[in-house]
């Protein structure tokens, strides 16, 4: 089983649809969540950490289900500049390395 | 705002070169890395430094070494290019190691 693992689409969706990623990792240890977006040949951005308790910066929604082992993006109202891959990052307990999934594709459609 | 800086943006090697990528930021973090990205395989860890002083191999480091040379940079060196090094490689900084990651914008390399 892959440390952090993403369906990696593609998504496609028209504008203005919800759209949803989910993302599992494989070590419970895990403390430290984040959602990446990155555009075709540019560098990861940061798009969002993702607390315990859920949060949301405006359009997008992160969740985190410790049970699970899982991590979720909900992006509502898509628009066609939301198209990008949308990278799943956990840390590494116990080590100052970051482990990413392979990414999930996005491609909003007009 | 720089950031995190890299460079060369872009460079051709013919194999058997050597070459140093430079990377530094401006954010006072603690740790850096030097990632690879590939189609199809994500990124993956090279090295990393967890604070000035200290350097660490990660996923993939053969082939490369590394130098922190003060707490703001972070260069990674290609001592005999393969073309299996072909790739893009990302330098990234962080507060440490549970803080988010800030990445530089990201070295294309083709050896030939």
């Known amino acids: 089983r892959k440390e952090v693992e993403q369906d990696p689409g593609p998504f496609n969706v028209p504008e203005g649809a919800t759209v949803a990623f989910n993302c599992t990792y494989s070590n419970s240890a895990s403390q430290s969540f984040f959602w990446y977006r990155q555009d075709c040949r540019k560098e990861p951005k940061l798009l969002m950490s993702v607390y315990s308790s859920g949060n949301e910066d405006g359009r997008f929604t992160a969740q985190l289900n410790r049970a699970s082992q899982y991590i979720s993006l909900l992006i509502r109202d898509s628009k066609l500049s939301d198209s990008a891959t949308y990278l799943c990052v956990v840390n590494a307990p116990g080590t100052y390395k970051y482990i990413f999934g392979t990414g999930t594709r996005l491609k909003v459609l007009a | ?112």
């Not at chain 2, 940079?73 to 893009?88: C, D, G, H, I, N």
Request: proline residues 4%; charged residues 15%; glycine residues 8%.
């Open chain 2, 1 to 112: 705002n720089a950031g995190v800086t890299q460079t060369p943006k872009f460079q051709v090697l013919k194999t058997g070169q050597s070459m140093t990528l430079q990377c530094a930021q401006d954010m006072n973090h603690n740790s850096m890395y030097w990632y690879r990205q590939d189609p199809g395989m994500g990124l993956r860890l090279i090295y990393y430094s967890a604070s000035e002083g200290t350097t660490d191999k990660g996923e993939v480091p053969n082939g490369y070494n590394v130098s922190r040379l003060n707490k703001r940079e972070f260069s990674l060196r290609l001592e005999s290019a393969a073309p299996s090094q072909t790739s893009v490689y990302f330098c990234a900084s962080s507060i440490q190691g549970s803080t988010e990651a800030f990445f530089g914008q990201g070295t294309r390399l083709t050896v030939v």
